[in-house]
DNA sequence: GAAAACTCCGCAAACGTTTGCGGGAAAGAT
DNA sequence: ATCTTTCCCGCAAACGTTTGCGGAGTTTTC
């Protein structure tokens, strides 16, 4: 069976195709007669407006893109729904890709949002991604995009982000006041900003309690499985270590695993502290301290900025904003 | 700026839209020199096809529609995947929505299925859904639809779920094998099928084991918050409980939250096991023993089948399939 | 009682793409 | 030289919706 349209009401009802698509859109022109037999008929044959063809019309397709490297447990769940519920808020619909951290493919996935004329598009670049050449079509298509969470420095596109550089600050500053001096940081793939940015975070806070920094106190991972082999050896021998900061809840996750393994005590024999969406660190006993970068809070902002610079698209030339984190204190430390 | 169309390119080339068209899709008809002019002029000016008109004209939108009750960290992030990873191969792409377990809003979001003019329909039922007849619509208009994960038995539409019955069986009768009788079954509300068939498995090994049933032994929750006021209690007085089994990853979280809160040694002082996506055990010290319900599995099986029921819609009048699961053997019993 | 105002609805065009059909030009066949 | 074939390409219609404009019928105004 066909679907339904509004050609067909017309027929149906003995009205133009006019009369029905105003009935429908509350026109003023229409009486309340008129509406009422359109909207019964239109309710029985369960006739819905095809999108596409308003689209065609109107020029507004109410379709933002969203634009993942990767779906992980901790950190994805969460920031879907914050866009989410925006979007659905705002009477938007979301379409979704995901770039496998392939710098190719995203370039693919942009093209596929301009193919679909998205009103708006939300990205979190990928691991190969380190020059935004390939978003300037959408400019051009007068495509309004947002980065968020994996972002790079630039000046042509508004980001949504937490202060990295602050949240691993305060991490660290925290485990510094709680009397620890040797602490271990645990980042991702140093050629992420992110990870870059989390380092320097704990640098500062090791810098300003004059602390020395160690290398060898500062590892950086490409993959949480990667921990595997790096941390039981440094748990074993550097036996100094009395406070770990992990960047993510992934390394987090992974390190937690590591120091129970070891029969170690949180936080009797060990401290830890993550960067982290604020899920996870109330699963494991005992429940982790953490800063918490919350990924509902920062799609929903994301989403909003995004929205904003849509509707209004003189006032928001912002280069973008910084969601805020904030200390949560649990049993860790 | 506006988006270049066919129309512009027919401009600037001097030729008609149609040859565009036609070289576009590599069509036999228009020579190779047109072919390349055309080729690099859409590059050069960026042209990309607009979906919508496409659609239009053609009357497929390549779009797939994916409805989730929820999103949690456990198992939806692997299902979508799953799916993902089908649609792209595919050359489709993926909407999606969260019905927020509300069975009004699936309504409105099947109502938009049909406003987007999806080809198919991968949905997983909200918890307040007991009847289908919303989705009667979508086969009025010639929309495939797949239910997986929660479905509800029925005729019409496919299922695409694991084999509850059996998984949980599978579990509970591992548990048994290893010497335990006093099994705690915890399992997700009871309103749901697919919590009815998981606790049908637990009775039947118990059974088959000539087991006394325990009443007392079998605990639904609502959410898997609720635990913290019915584990505890349990777990300190009903000291015969040697083993735990926990439908979802979920509830093995909590339980094992409560479980190492009360300085239980896993698996000296208590056994565990669990129907899990396969991510979270690992993460756990001890790694914990479970029935391996793929998301990732079910989400390409599912789409899979959906497609192949789009493409050739005599051929598959099956009533769905059953993604199998399997023992992985860990630490935790 | 005629003009003015108001109510309600239809006409027709436009959005971008695809595709059946037809046609002109060049090349080959007779 | 004429006819047929082949090679390229253009014409035009259709898909469903919205909206400016105009118009027929009814009511109000002076």
Redesign the pocket.
Known sequence: M?????????KIL????????????D?????????NRVRIAADEFN????????F????NSRLIALVLPELNMFFTPNLIKGINKTIVSSNYSLITFISNDSYKREKEIIKQCMSWAVEGVLISLSKETFDLSHLEALTKANIKCVLLDKVLDNEQFPSVTIDSIEASYQAVSYLIKKGHRNILGIFGNSNFNISQERIKGYEKAMRENNIPILKENIVSVDKSKNLDFILPPILNHNKNITAIFTMSDELLAKSLYHINSLRLSIPKDISIISISDGDYPYLTHPQISHIKDSGSKMGKSACKFLLNSITKPSLSQDSGLIVSTKLVELESV
Not at 2 to 10: G, N
Not at 14 to 25: E, K
Not at 47 to 54: D, G, L, M, S
């Open positions: 066909k679907r339904v349209t509004i050609k067909d009401l017309a003995s009205l133009s195709t006019s009369t029905i698509s105003r009935a429908l859109s026109h003023p022109d229409i009486s309340e007669a008129t509406k006739y819905t407006t095809n999108v596409h063809a308003r065609f019309r109107n020029q």
